[in-house]
């Protein structure tokens, strides 16, 4: 079975920091890895996603992530965080090459002050 | 690009009747929707994957008769919490994909927050 793990559960940044949210997962085969957002209000959106090819991916709004195969990590990073970044940010991975279901970790909750 | 609607965003209901909670893809055709519980502060747990025209799978320890879920079309699937009692208030979130390998990418609904009293 699959678990992903968020170990960073309440990250408070000023504007303009650099952000790292730490994502690991537990699976013995090939994954797809995703990152989704959620602002106060609204629904889950795609942030980043990888299948394949480039462990680094880069998605909206500024962030990228990077798949460390021998981690077991796909972290998502951003050079310089915005107020407007404040969100429930969730890791997810399903088995790759399939249309399985996702399996999402416990989210990183980011607050961003001015 | 893709939406997904939900349907009502917000129900309050009496203990012991049953709650219907309508799913959407407005601009593609679904063949999975999963059905998601989401607890305050907590991350989605699974509930059901359903395709269409055929039967849930539903999720270890997620009890079949009290959550039915139909997909009878492309665009459309339903979740009713049966008989519902306070302890199943929630915010219930479905998800939407479209098919083939390569749409592996779910989109979300808004989400309905569900309040039993």
């Known amino acids: 079975a699959q678990s992903v793990s968020q170990h960073n559960h309440h990250v408070i940044l000023s504007e303009a920091a650099s952000l790292e949210l730490g994502c690991n997962y537990s699976y013995g085969g090939t994954v797809n890895l995703f990152w989704y957002v959620q602002y106060p209000g609204q629904h889950l959106q795609l942030l980043l996603k990888y299948f394949s090819g480039d462990p680094l991916v880069k998605g909206i709004k500024g962030f990228e992530a990077e798949f460390i195969k021998s981690k077991f990590s796909f972290n998502l990073r951003k050079p310089s965080v915005q107020w407007s970044d404040t969100a429930e940010y969730f890791c997810?991975?399903?088995?790759?090459?399939?249309?399985?279901?996702?399996?999402f970790g416990t989210g990183t909750r980011l607050q961003v002050t001015l | 690009g893709a939406v997904v609607s939900q349907h009502p965003s917000r129900v309050i209901c009496k203990s012991g009747t049953s709650v219907k909670i309508e799913c959407r893809s407005l601009?593609?055709?679904?063949?999975?929707m999963f059905w998601y519980r989401q607890f305050p502060k907590q991350s989605l747990m699974l509930m059901a994957t359903s395709n269409e025209g055929s039967k849930a799978t539903y999720e270890q320890g997620v009890e079949k008769d009290k959550f039915l879920i139909n997909h009878a079309s492309l665009t459309l699937s339903t979740l009713t919490v049966t008989s519902a009692h306070p302890e199943d208030s929630s915010f219930y979130i479905c998800?939407?994909?479209?098919?083939?390998?390569?749409?592996?990418?779910?989109?979300f609904g808004p989400g309905t927050r569900l309040t039993v009293l």
């Open positions: 997810a991975v399903n088995e790759a090459g399939t249309a399985s279901k996702l399996t």
């Open positions: 601009d593609f055709q679904a063949t999975t």
């Open positions: 998800s939407a994909r479209q098919g083939g390998l390569s749409y592996n990418e779910q989109f």
